[in-house]
């Protein structure tokens, strides 16, 4: 699955990688860990709005949900949409349509299990700046307060040879689009054959990884030392 992603760019970087302006709503505050169960706001590309970025808070609450209980249990289980469902489960099967996004990281962060333990991967480009992240989005409005509210959740897919060592229990990674497929994805009149085409494993080479410190998400997301590698001995043997 995809919980945990990293942000160490700036904005003006972000503008020139993309060719796209930012809403005067959005944060480019570095975020070296960012949870997915912290709801962060985030820097999104929208298929309704494709030339500038806006911002999203991680954790889709669908529109047709009816009150602020099942808004934030929903969001807590759309923090993802696994490609293979997205287009039947009601929460997703009429964003996937109409309400496509790209979602912008340096990276993001999965743990490989062994002997009982769980070691932390960070995963980033190899030639690229950014990982373009497949996701959908909705706007729900809140019943009580009457305010709008825009989430997102990142779909995900099942993982390339290399992930599938790193996140060797679910064996899934995050959708993440070359850069030629940016356009496609958030062109709303597509097909569901078209979108189901790139809804594909990354390819391992234009992918690199390190083992990283372990760390708990008190006080380390600000943290440039989440984002040195450190080698574990143990595993050694799966280089």
């Known amino acids: 699955m995809c919980y945990v992603i990293s942000m160490k760019r700036v904005r003006r970087e972000m503008e020139e990688y993309y060719n796209r302006l930012c809403g005067e709503d959005v944060d480019f505050a570095k975020r070296v860990v960012a949870s997915g169960f912290e709801f962060p706001e985030w820097p999104l590309i929208l298929s309704e709005a494709p030339d500038c970025f806006q911002a999203g808070g991680w954790g889709l609450i669908p529109s047709w949900t009816d009150s602020e209980a099942k808004a934030a249990k929903l969001r807590e ?76 959740s990142i779909l995900t897919t099942e993982a390339n040879a290399r992930m599938a060592e790193i996140h060797n229990t679910k064996k899934r990674m995050p959708l993440i689009l070359e850069k030629n497929q940016i356009s496609n994805w958030l062109d709303s009149s597509i097909s569901k054959d078209e979108i189901e085409k790139m809804i594909l494993p990354f390819p391992n080479e234009h992918m690199s990884d390190f083992t990283v410190a372990k760390f708990s998400f008190n006080g380390s997301r600000e943290n440039e030392k989440a984002l040195m590698p450190l080698e574990y001995p143990e595993l050694a043997f799966l280089k």
């Open 77 to 152: 289980g759309c923090l993802n949409a696994r490609g293979e469902t997205v287009f039947t489960l009601s929460s997703f099967k009429k964003s996937i349509f109409t309400k496509r996004c790209v979602v912008p990281v340096t990276g993001f962060f999965e743990w490989m299990s062994f002997a009982g333990k769980k070691y932390p991967h960070y995963i980033f480009p190899r030639d690229e700046t950014y990982f373009s992240l497949g996701g959908i989005y909705d706007e729900w409005r809140n019943p009580k307060t009457g305010v709008a509210v825009r989430t997102f």
